[in-house]
């Protein structure tokens, strides 16, 4: 049966309630555990971006880009590599790379040599930029990025950040909620592939939702 967001909400308290208090904020994580459900078949494997309502932190985002593109993307909140750069990336600062963005974008007209160079790099991370068209504003794709979260299905257990302990328990609830259901619609038999989702702080113990 498909949750409400209240019923999240009093997970979230709780699990704030038990943490003991540490020196950094702490995220507040959801996980959730499949069922039923054969991750060996293509088919059956999640790489979802959902889009939160409350986003819980600033992603760290890089474009690959020049001229007029890269000073709006900059102005924006983007640190940006420009084409010359590019050239010189090999796989070892491909990774490094890959490891420090949340997100990257690229000029359009860049993508084909990102792509043969970097793209064996990129894709088994799901790195791989997104291509801005000459036209586009990058001011626009950054603040959808900033709010988006990556759900993948690398085994039947997903861990999805969710909020942090700054934030007030119901805009949690509610990134959870959003989740929740972009993750049910996305199953073959949707709820019932659910087994149980929990939240917790990234040190604290987890309390379960459902």
Known sequence: MPLEVEEIEEAVRKALEV????????????VINLKDIDLRQPKNRLNLRVLLPNPPKEPKIAAFASGELA?????AGADV?????????????????ASKYDFLIASAELMPLIGRTLGVIFGPRDKMPEPVPPSADPAKILERLKRTVKVRSKSTTLWVKVGNEKMPPREIAENAY???????????????????????TTMGPAVRVA
Request: proline share 0%.
């Open 19 to 30: 943490r003991k208090k540490r020196n950094f904020v702490e995220s507040v994580d959801m």
């Open 178 to 200: 959003t989740v929740i259901r972009a993750v049910e619609r996305s199953l073959e038999r949707g709820w019932q592939n659910i087994a149980s989702i929990y939240v917790k």
């Open 71 to 75: 000073l709006k993307a900059k102005s």
């Open 81 to 97: 590599i420009d084409a010359e750069e590019l050239k010189h990336i090999d796989k070892k600062k491909a990774r490094e790379i």
